[in-house]
T-cell receptor, first 114, second 112 residues
Framework: KAGVTQTPRYLIKTRGQQVTLSCSPI?????VSWYQQTPGQGLQFLFE???????NKGNFPGRFSGRQFSNSRSEMNVSTLELGDSALYLC?????????????FGPGTRLTVT | GESVGLHLPTLSVQEGDNSIINCAYS??????FIWYKQESGKGPQFIID?????DKRQGQRVTVLLNKTVKHLSLQIAATQPGDSAVYFC???????????FGKGTRLSVIA
């Protein structure tokens, strides 16, 4: 079974621009979560989608948004990029139902904002 | 402040020795705890989990211990191998369908 895939793997953007990251979960998984990982703050939860609905949301500004499609694929968007948005963005999928700790992570998208 | 944290940011062990990675949590209502391993260039990988109604759970070469009295979680790795070198994160689910809260991570280095 194929794992979680994320595209692109690396991205360089300029302050003020916007970016869209994509995540394809494991086949059959209905829950997709997004995390931001930085050396200073560690792994921080952004949001979780289940069956196209946002189920949980972390403490991030409204510039961070996401969505999930009917095939469970998910995208996250960051508008008006700031230098502090430079991070590894991780997507994780799980079968669904109750929020699960057994999440399967993709390799991440490394975003650099200059 | 952070709900989940680690006692040591780095740990070096000799190959073949046992490793113990510790984690403290502050939310006494948390009922589910997980350990993840993250190798360089990869996303975190699920290792083992434990629910609050248990105090010990064993997997292949790994054991998780939960001490609810002092709100402490540990991961024991038996016969540590070079492939165990990674950053280890503990995480908790405070309750119900709330999202995972991750600790900062401990870097484990295995000395051959």
């Amino acid at each position: 079974k194929a794992g979680v895939t994320q595209t692109p793997r690396y991205l360089i953007k300029t302050r003020g621009q916007q970016v869209t990251l994509s995540c394809s979960p494991i086949s059959g998984h209905r829950s997709v979560s997004w995390y931001q990982q930085t050396p200073g703050q560690g792994l921080q939860f952004l949001f979780e989608y289940f069956s196209e609905t946002q189920r949980n949301k972390g403490n991030f500004p409204g510039r961070f948004s996401g969505r999930q499609f009917s095939n469970s694929r998910s995208e996250m968007n960051v508008s008006t990029l700031e230098l502090g948005d430079s991070a590894l963005y991780l997507c994780a999928s799980s079968p669904g139902g109750r929020t699960s700790g057994e999440q399967y992570f993709g390799p991440g998208t490394r975003l650099t904002v200059t | 402040g952070e709900s989940v944290g680690l006692h040591l940011p780095t740990l070096s062990v000799q190959e073949g020795d046992n490793s113990i990675i510790n984690c403290a949590y502050s939310n006494s209502a948390s009922d589910y705890f997980i350990w993840y391993k993250q190798e360089s260039g990869k996303g975190p990988q699920f290792i083992i989990d434990i629910r609050s109604n248990m105090d010990k759970r064993q997997g292949q070469r790994v054991t998780v211990l939960l001490n609810k009295t002092v709100k402490h979680l540990s991961l024991q790795i038996a016969a540590t191998q070079p492939g165990d070198s990674a950053v280890y994160f503990c995480a908790e689910i405070p309750s119900g369908n709330t999202p995972l809260v991750f600790g900062k991570g401990t870097r484990l280095s295995v000395i051959a």
